[in-house]
């Protein structure tokens, strides 16, 4: 697989270089999930911190192969990550720029491809890999009055925005949710066509809507009653349900669904 290839290569690379400490690979590799459509997860640990520095950034990465884009992670909550693109072959290359004391965070534990002296090897060793897992009353605390967003962009005819807010919920509350409920890992939305049983893949797909009144009030009524089975699936008697807005919007949810489109 190319992916391998180009690991294989940023080894070669990289193991003579005084100022790299280590590279590690995630992701799918770690799973043996790679196929033509994965991207490859890198983890370039060095001396002096890279990742204040774009142009240090674009620099390392550009010795890695034919680079022709490049950008930070800001928009994923990671600046630390450079956001490759290479062609000859064209892959998708994530590159996370990290310090020795920044390698001990993190959601999995990586295949160790360049380790200076056994420094990330030790450190796996002595701690934890932690993937983040949603806290369910920061959902429930939100839940209604997301409810009653959704609602007034279709009372309002602003059905695009309403559609793309599924798609959030989709992101941040059901994939989750559902992922958590069959004992995978939280991560949103991705592999649920291959990883949710039927049943609950259908359950997802119904809050997917058409671009209509009709269609979006479906989705969302969808939406409701798949909530209220993942709360009572998942949820303990710790978290506090918020009745009173769960009243209101239904009682709200009556009023625009009898209104004129």
Known sequence: MIQQLFAQNATKILKNDESVIGLAVG??????????????????????????????????????????????????????????????????????????????????????????????????????????????????????????????????GEYLEALDFFGFLRMVVFGPLLHIKNSNLPRGVRKVESQLPTKDFNLLKGTIAEYNKTSLITALENAIALYKNLRIDLFDKDIKHNHTAEDAVKSYLTIIKKRAV
């Open 27 to 156: 992701g799918s590799w770690l799973s043996n999930e790679i196929d033509e459509f994965s991207d490859l997860d890198l983890i370039l640990v060095t001396k002096e911190k890279i990742s204040t520095d774009k142009s240090k950034m674009l620099q390392y990465a550009s010795l890695l192969g034919n680079l022709i884009s490049a950008f930070t992670g800001e928009h994923v909550g990671e600046p630390r990550v450079l956001i490759c693109l290479y062609d000859k072959p064209l892959l998708h290359v994530d590159i996370k720029f990290l310090v020795l004391d920044e390698f001990a965070s993190r959601v999995e534990n990586p295949i160790l491809l360049i380790d200076r002296n056994n420094q990330l090897q030790q450190i796996l060793d002595q701690t934890e890999a932690k993937f983040p897992y949603p806290d369910y009353q920061w959902i429930e605390d939100r839940f209604w009055t997301w409810m009653h967003y959704a609602l007034l962009k279709i009372g309002r």
